[in-house]
């Protein structure tokens, strides 16, 4: 197999799969996420059969969770820097090892509650680990017109894997025992491996080199200033705390309320999954004609709705229908929040932005499963989900706080900048590794000062994006009242020149430009520190 770079015109939804390298790793990716909800039902079902406490069942999607919000951020970084396809040679090795591992003592007896929840653990770390990496490669394999298609692919196989996996595991686990799904699980990834080790044509991109910690603080302090990007974050955590309630305690409804087996289980989730398959191609014409805003408020209503149906009535064929309506709501929520994510980063910093989405999303999964599972005992099943369901439909009401971010006027692509008149290039080896002081001289006229007081604020919450350290606005009091300093840090010569070549969009460009109408052309100085401290007095 080897990666296809041309560009093509726009085929339709499909036009990714005639990509052969996208086409083997969507269908081993799909192969994996149904082996990996397989892993999910035997992993609940083995603890249900233990009679395990609410709280233990629900820890297994904490558990496979939880690593996106301890090592989300550094995965984000590494996907942005190294192979990507050697990184995921090696996550897909590790995994089938674990999953093999995982077959042997379950078959032998030897799994306990605590081991499940560890070596759920360990798969959910490596699937942490690629995951960013994966969502980074995508766009390289695919003519840059097919991108969208692919996501919408991508989506579609997650939730083809959501409907087929939960239904094969229920009647593996009846016909052949746990042992079998987890042994599915690990052939899985076996084939993904095959797959990767067999795809020989990758390249990997130029990037520019940056030190792991700043690349990290980088990422971190573009999404601590980017007020969208903090807007959709809140809106996803939100909707995915209480939400996730559902997830966690499914499987004791089926077992209690419903007295489902196993099979019956996966027949619940197998109906979540078909809604969300179709919810999947019916968004993109729901959100045209609502707009983005009202269909995460629409569907935030209404699988909050789904989670007390289920809850209070429990009547398979009811609850059945009720799971479709709510897996199309889920899919209406998380897929527009997440285009909107992946619409608004620019690319210098977007595996990193995906890595903190991915953090608070995984995150919330697993706060919510833990604190619905905790509260399941004293407070009852039923009681819970109609609780959580209350209080999904209510995380629409952020839409009424505070509107939804609209992007169809964003300039999102890069904007170079001109350095300016600089005479001097630090020595990369030297001082360029330095911290960087650029002060922006304005001139100001009298009648100006308040409309350039608030563009200066809105540029320097761009510069603070871009990668300054810190910013501020100055009187400079020996040149005359019209005198003005903007002053900021950057952490080296290099992370600056990346402000100029390569951070900067078209809507920073527009921040700029503001200034300039009001404050004409500035003088720039760039102080380099020479890493010369003075001693201690």
């Given at each position: 197999?080897?990666?296809?770079?041309?560009?093509?015109?726009?085929?339709?939804?499909?036009?990714p799969l005639?990509v052969?390298?996208?086409?083997?790793?969507?269908?081993?990716?799909l192969?994996s996420?149904v082996?990996?909800?397989?892993?999910t039902?035997g992993?609940?079902?083995?603890?249900?059969?233990?009679?395990a406490?609410?709280?233990v069942?629900a820890?297994?999607?904490?558990?496979s969770?939880?690593?996106?919000?301890?090592i989300?951020i550094?995965a984000g970084?590494?996907?942005e820097?190294v192979?990507r396809?050697?990184?995921?040679?090696?996550v897909q090795?590790?995994?089938?090892v674990v999953?093999?591992?995982m077959?042997?003592l379950?078959?032998?007896?030897?799994?306990t509650?605590?081991?499940?929840?560890?070596?759920?653990?360990?798969?959910g770390?490596?699937?942490?680990?690629?995951?960013?990496a994966?969502q980074?490669?995508v766009?390289?394999?695919v003519?840059?017109?097919?991108?969208?298609?692919?996501?919408?692919?991508?989506?579609?196989g997650?939730?083809?894997?959501r409907a087929?996996g939960?239904?094969l595991?229920?009647?593996v686990?009846?016909?052949?025992?746990?042992?079998?799904?987890?042994?599915?699980n690990?052939?899985s990834?076996?084939?993904?491996?095959?797959?990767?080790v067999?795809?020989?044509g990758?390249?990997r991109?130029?990037t520019?080199?940056e030190?792991?910690?700043?690349?990290?603080?980088?990422?971190l302090?573009?999404?601590r200033?980017?007020?969208?990007?903090?807007?959709?974050l809140?809106?996803?955590?939100?909707?995915?705390?209480?939400?996730?309630?559902?997830?966690?305690l499914?499987?004791?409804v089926a077992?209690?309320?419903?007295?489902l087996?196993?099979?019956?289980?996966g027949l619940?989730?197998?109906?979540?999954?078909?809604?969300?398959?179709?919810?999947a191609?019916?968004?993109p014409a729901?959100?045209?004609?609502?707009?983005l805003g009202r269909?995460?408020g629409?569907?935030?209503?209404?699988?909050?709705?789904?989670m007390?149906v289920?809850?209070?009535?429990?009547?398979?064929?009811?609850?059945?229908?009720?799971?479709?309506?709510g897996?199309?709501?889920?899919?209406g929520v998380v897929?527009?929040?997440?285009?909107?994510v992946?619409?608004f980063l620019p690319?210098?910093?977007?595996?990193?932005?995906?890595?903190?989405y991915q953090?608070v999303?995984?995150?919330s999964?697993?706060?919510?499963?833990?604190?619905?599972?905790?509260v399941?005992t004293?407070?009852?099943?039923v009681?819970v989900?109609?609780?959580?369901?209350v209080l999904?439909?209510a995380?629409?009401?952020?839409?009424?706080?505070s509107?939804?971010?609209?992007?169809?006027?964003?300039?999102?692509?890069a904007a170079?900048?001109?350095?300016?008149d600089?005479?001097f290039l630090?020595d990369?080896?030297?001082?360029?590794?330095g911290e960087?002081?650029?002060?922006?001289?304005?001139t100001?006229?009298a009648?100006s000062?308040?409309a350039?007081r608030?563009?200066a604020?809105r540029?320097?919450?761009s510069?603070?994006?871009?990668?300054?350290?810190?910013?501020?606005?100055?009187?400079?009091a020996?040149?005359?009242?019209?005198?003005?300093?903007?002053?900021?840090?950057?952490?080296?010569?290099q992370?600056?020149?990346?402000?100029?070549e390569?951070?900067q969009?078209g809507?920073?460009?527009?921040?700029?430009e503001?200034?300039r109408e009001?404050?004409?052309?500035?003088?720039?100085?760039?102080?380099?520190?020479?890493?010369?401290?003075?001693?201690?007095s």
């Amino acid at each position: 197999m080897s990666t296809v770079t041309s560009t093509t015109t726009r085929g339709g939804a499909l036009a990714p799969l005639a990509v052969p390298v996208f086409r083997a790793l969507w269908i081993a990716v799909l192969v994996s996420n149904v082996g990996s909800w397989m892993q999910t039902v035997g992993a609940q079902w083995l603890l249900i059969d233990e009679h395990a406490a609410p709280v233990v069942v629900a820890l297994v999607q904490t558990a496979s969770s939880l690593p996106v919000l301890l090592i989300g951020i550094p995965a984000g970084v590494i996907g942005e820097f190294v192979d990507r396809r050697r990184l995921l040679i090696g996550v897909q090795a590790f995994q089938v090892v674990v999953g093999v591992a995982m077959t042997v003592l379950t078959a032998t007896g030897s799994m306990t509650p605590a081991l499940l929840l560890t070596v759920t653990f360990l798969l959910g770390s490596a699937s942490a680990l690629q995951l960013p990496a994966y969502q980074a490669l995508v766009p390289e394999i695919v003519p840059r017109s097919a991108i969208s298609d692919a996501a919408a692919l991508s989506s579609v196989g997650v939730n083809v894997a959501r409907a087929v996996g939960p239904a094969l595991a229920g009647v593996v686990i009846a016909r052949l025992g746990v042992p079998f799904v987890f042994a599915a699980n690990a052939l899985s990834f076996a084939l993904f491996l095959v797959v990767l080790v067999a795809w020989r044509g990758y390249q990997r991109p130029e990037t520019r080199a940056e030190p792991f910690i700043d690349a990290t603080r980088a990422g971190l302090r573009y999404v601590r200033n980017a007020g969208v990007v903090r807007r959709l974050l809140l809106q996803l955590a939100a909707f995915m705390v209480p939400a996730n309630a559902l997830w966690a305690l499914l499987p004791l409804v089926a077992d209690g309320p419903l007295g489902l087996s196993s099979g019956g289980y996966g027949l619940l989730l197998a109906a979540v999954g078909t809604g969300s398959v179709g919810g999947a191609f019916l968004m993109p014409a729901i959100r045209t004609r609502l707009g983005l805003g009202r269909v995460v408020g629409t569907t935030s209503v209404v699988f909050g709705a789904t989670m007390v149906v289920v809850a209070l009535v429990p009547v398979l064929p009811v609850v059945i229908v009720a799971l479709v309506i709510g897996g199309v709501a889920w899919i209406g929520v998380v897929t527009t929040l997440n285009g909107t994510v992946q619409a608004f980063l620019p690319a210098w910093v977007r595996t990193r932005g995906l890595a903190v989405y991915q953090l608070v999303l995984f995150g919330s999964t697993a706060v919510g499963a833990a604190v619905a599972g905790a509260v399941a005992t004293p407070l009852g099943v039923v009681g819970v989900l109609v609780v959580a369901g209350v209080l999904t439909a209510a995380s629409a009401l952020l839409l009424v706080a505070s509107r939804f971010p609209v992007l169809t006027d964003r300039q999102r692509a890069a904007a170079p900048m001109p350095l300016g008149d600089v005479t001097f290039l630090p020595d990369e080896h030297g001082p360029a590794t330095g911290e960087t002081l650029v002060l922006v001289h304005w001139t100001v006229p009298a009648g100006s000062v308040d409309a350039f007081r608030e563009r200066a604020a809105r540029l320097g919450r761009s510069r603070r994006r871009t990668g300054a350290r810190d910013w501020n606005l100055y009187r400079d009091a020996g040149s005359g009242p019209d005198a003005w300093v903007e002053a900021f840090r950057v952490g080296s010569w290099q992370e600056h020149l990346a402000q100029h070549e390569v951070r900067q969009t078209g809507d920073d460009a527009r921040m700029l430009e503001a200034v300039r109408e009001v404050a004409g052309e500035p003088r720039v100085e760039h102080l380099v520190a020479e890493g010369v401290s003075s001693p201690s007095s």
